[in-house]
């Protein structure tokens, strides 16, 4: 069950690991929380991940009315498939609807990427999570520290599962394929450039926060080229603010990008500024030092081993000087997200308990 552009990054894998056995059926429900071809239909393209079976087309609306018709909807889905499995994925409305509506028809819940926590309740994505996990039958685990937090929970151990990151597969399978790649829109990188991404409703739904942040990239791109492929959500919040005439003058501004263009472009980045938590996986995953414009992030424990660093999407300078310093940085990756097989791990163990 995908809803939103990071779920069907993650869906590619399982799905893969899925379509590579024998004697299984998957059903894919797109609830069409992000419907957009830009942020939708590129993905399934591009990524190779099968039409899905139902799209819900449920489109944009403020959270409950968005998640209320998701939860109708899945119900009769979910009625008329009768899985063995729901799956779902992550932290969007997509995530919450799907889990609840399988749980109240007792069908058995399987979360991937369980157990990350920013702390956070002000983030919606925060209590998608939180719910998700205590209402699944089984949390596959990307990180130790994701399993650290089920158990501090009070989550029973044999429901988690510590599988690595789904998302550590796809950057290692889809990477091969941009080898030769262009970057998008003629972007050279022979000229070291900073991405920038910012999308989340706290950075971009806050007039002042998102003036903050604008005028720090606007800072920023005074000194290093400055690349920021736009979603639509900003995109119209800069339009509201009449400022969006100033930042396409100053600022490399893109169009939304598909999974592989974004990987190009950050392996190829000097440093990468973001909000997304995805990105700054990826960032890691390529080697690139990451800004992160958040007092916190679920992704703890890259900021632990430095190849990410916090700062206050409300400060202005503190944003400007902290990814001015890291430009051209080198990040040393490891093994914090496993090894690459976090799909087949996961689809091993839902075939193993299938009734």
Known sequence: MVGARPQFIKAAMVSRALRSRDGVREVLVHTGQHYDAAMSAVFFEELKIPQPDYNLE???????????????????????????????????????????A???????????????????????????????????????????????NLKAEGIAPQKIVRTGDVMLDAFQFYSALIADKPLPAGVDPSTPYV????????????????????????????????????HPRTRKAIEQLGRQEHIAAQLRLL???????????????????????????????????CVTLRTETEWVELVECGANTLVSPDD????????????????????????????????????????
């Open 102 to 148: 399988a749980a109240k028809l007792h069908m058995r819940v399987a979360h991937v990427e369980a157990g990350l926590r920013s702390f956070n309740r002000a983030m919606p994505e925060e209590v998608n999570r939180v719910v998700a996990d205590h209402v699944s039958d089984v949390l596959f685990a990307p990180t130790d520290i994701a399993e650290a």
């Open 58 to 100: 449920v489109g944009s609306a403020s959270h409950g009315a968005q998640t209320g018709r998701m939860l109708a909807d899945l119900e009769r889905v979910i009625q008329a498939e009768r899985p063995q499995w729901v799956v779902v994925h992550g932290d969007t409305n997509s995530t919450l609807a799907g889990t609840l």
């Open 195 to 230: 991405l920038a991404t910012v999308h989340r409703a706290e950075n971009t739904d806050d007039p002042a926060r998102l003036r903050a942040i604008l005028d720090a990239l606007l800072a920023v791109a005074k000194q290093v080229p400055l690349v920021f492929p736009i």
């Open 255 to 289: 169009p939304p990008v598909g999974y592989l263009d974004m990987l190009n472009l950050e392996r190829h980045a000097a440093v990468i500024a973001t909000d997304s938590g995805g990105v700054q996986k990826e960032a890691y995953f390529s080697g690139v030092p």
């Open 316 to 355: 202005s300078q503190a944003m400007a000087q902290t990814i001015c310093k890291r430009v051209g940085q080198r990040v040393a990756t490891g093994s914090l997200y496993g090894d690459g097989r976090a799909g087949a791990r996961i689809v091993d163990y839902l075939l193993a308990s299938a009734k």
